[in-house]
């Protein structure tokens, strides 16, 4: 609910654009979409994260009414659109779609297309053409046919199609894995923009962190039909609820320890482990870029700090340059693999002794998995 102020002297709020509310589908019996509920406002963009087979298509798919789930209830501004005694159809949601092969009609122009599901007059139609073709930088090409643009042109049309009859609700499905990655990042930039002009709620299904990331305001990471975690970006990344969620969005390094008195001992010094057992495995979990690198200096490493820790000696197994940073793997004295990200290009030699600490803040202390023997 949005807080919109008082009127006599009551709190007054608005319903929410978008509002899923507990809703569940099954296939043969088997629960693809499992308790879902979540909020959109206008102007937000909400992205549906996981990996393949979690239920995020089955979820959009559900939003725009071209299934419907088997209970729970979704409102638009405060009102039933589908539930146990209600299916607004598709056309009448005020929906707008956008897939990945969300194709343009071919035999029409770029105008044509863009003007396909609009009411209104001829003039009222052709205004809103050229003002959304305008915007995505297409103004040229209203009388050209999809076969005469690009493919980043193409969806740049798509997107206004999709926009022409003010959708109250945008929902994407992966619209732009069809495109090469430099035009992809141009692309989602200026979707967003006219997105957030429009003040769209917007449903965002994709399987890509970055994506995510880039476009979302709220992610809600999903599993096995669930929204396991919901939040901000950055809350997300720097706050993952397991070790599957942190792996999600980047590669990790994992250091185990057992706990003794709600500390754990590593190569690194002791850990807080509050809330873990005495005698519980747990892992710690730290991304590539968190790590901090210093020199050998006659057998001993810098001296502790409150930041990071003690440091531990390590031997370089391999060194890349890939891009914009360097990956350096890494033995611990115990046998750990480390990876670390170091930005531009640091490539020590293989066997070189280096010493290595944590960022204490960017540490994550999770459960270990059971293994399958116990
Ligand atoms: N109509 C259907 N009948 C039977 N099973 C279905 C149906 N639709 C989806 N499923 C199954 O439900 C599961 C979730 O599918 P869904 O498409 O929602 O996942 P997803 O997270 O969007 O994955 P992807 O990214 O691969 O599209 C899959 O195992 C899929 O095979």
Redesign the pocket.
């Known amino acids: 609910m949005v807080f919109i102020g008082y009127r006599e002297g009551h709190r007054v709020t608005e319903a929410p654009r978008l509002e899923v509310r507990s809703i569940t589908r099954a296939?043969?019996g088997r629960p693809?979409?499992n308790d879902v509920s979540f909020t959109v406002e206008p102007g937000q963009v909400t992205c549906l994260l996981?990996?393949?087979?979690?239920?995020?298509?089955?979820?959009l798919r559900i939003i725009a009414g071209v299934d419907r789930p088997d209970t729970g209830v979704i409102l638009m501004d405060g009102k039933p659109i589908a539930g146990p005694d209600v299916m607004v159809p598709p056309e009448s949601r005020g929906t707008g779609l956008m897939f990945q092969d969300f194709a343009l009609f071919p035999h029409l122009s770029v105008a044509d297309n863009v003007a396909f599901g609009l009411k209104g007059t001829r003039t009222e139609k052709r205004l809103r053409v050229r003002d959304l073709l305008g915007r995505v930088g297409l103004a040229r090409y209203l009388d050209s046919f999809p076969h005469e643009l690009s493919g980043g042109e193409q969806q740049r049309v798509a997107l206004a199609r999709a926009l022409a009859p003010n959708p109250r609700i945008m929902l994407m499905d992966?619209p732009f894995s069809g495109l090469d990655n430099r035009l992809r990042d141009g692309i989602r930039d200026e979707t967003l923009e006219l997105l957030k002009e429009e003040g769209t709620a917007v449903v965002l299904?994709t399987?890509e962190p970055e994506e995510a990331m880039r476009m979302g305001d709220e992610i809600l990471l999903?599993r096995q039909g669930r929204i396991v975690q919901a939040g901000a970006p950055y809350n997300i990344y720097n706050a993952p609820m397991d070790r599957e969620a942190a792996a999600f969005f980047s590669d990790i390094n994992v250091i185990r320890g057992r706990v003794e008195g709600a500390l754990t001992r590593t190569a690194f010094g002791q850990f807080l482990a509050p809330g873990h057992p005495d005698g519980a495995d747990v892992e710690i979990v730290i991304r590539p870029q968190h790590l901090s690198i210093d020199f050998d200096r006659d057998g001993h490493g810098p001296a502790p700090t409150e930041e990071h820790g003690t440091w531990a000696r390590a031997r370089v197994v391999r060194a890349r340059f890939v891009g914009n940073e360097s990956i350096v793997e890494f033995e611990l004295d115990d046998g750990t693999p480390l990876k670390a990200s170091v930005p531009g290009v640091f490539l020590p030699k293989t066997d070189r002794v280096l010493w290595v600490a944590l960022r204490r803040d960017r540490c994550f202390v999770f459960p270990a998995p059971r293994k399958a023997a116990e």
């Open positions: 296939f043969g693809v979409v996981g990996p393949s087979g979690c239920g995020k298509s089955t979820t992966e299904v399987h999903m």
